[in-house]
């Protein structure tokens, strides 16, 4: 599963994810970027945190800041293709995860735990519609908490900075999956055979 941050989550919400069967939580933000939380999370529910997105000040996050904010599909194939140890890092950390279902977050919900969901279903054989209507789902997901911030709509923000390069979320998207060769992606980068095995189990149990 996947969302934004679960900070503003009730406790009431925290007993309903424990009673879902939510047993580990991987947060791909850097720790300057967390809140404390509403309500105190339940004391079975394990924290593992893999940043995803390099740090600000790094050339690779100074660079897409400038093009898109890491905030769009755009950025996807350089982040595999110059970081893919950050990647690897957190589908490791979904593989390892204790029995029961692991959540994926990071602020919200869309990019960074949209490329990860990307990587994790194309192992898990999903065709691109597939992976499109994820993320593309996003956008509804996130809609509340931009119109109570009073943000501006996020699916034309992101349809329009992808039309200023040439391109569309669904062509950036088909793009970066068929061009993702795996498993082979994920063990060159790192992952070992025993991993795969047991992220695979999870992704299809």
Known sequence: ???????????????????YGVRTIVDLRHQDECEPDLAERPAGIALTRV????????????RWSKIDNLASPLYFPALLAEHPETIVAAVRAVANAAP??????????KDRTGILSLVLLTLAEAGPEEIIAD???????????FDELGARDQ???????????????EASLTSTITSLAMPDFLLENGLNSDELSALRARLTA
């Open 1 to 19: 599963m996947r969302m934004e941050a679960p900070t503003r989550l009730s406790a009431q919400g925290w007993a309903a994810a424990w009673a």
């Open 51 to 62: 940043p995803l997105d390099p740090e600000a000040g790094t050339p690779f996050h100074e």
């Open 100 to 109: 029961g279902c692991v959540v994926i977050h990071c602020a919200g919900g």
């Open 135 to 145: 993320y593309l789902r996003t956008f509804d997901c996130m809609k509340p908490r």
């Open 155 to 169: 699916l034309t923000a992101v349809t329009e900075t992808l039309a200023s390069h040439g391109t569309s979320i």
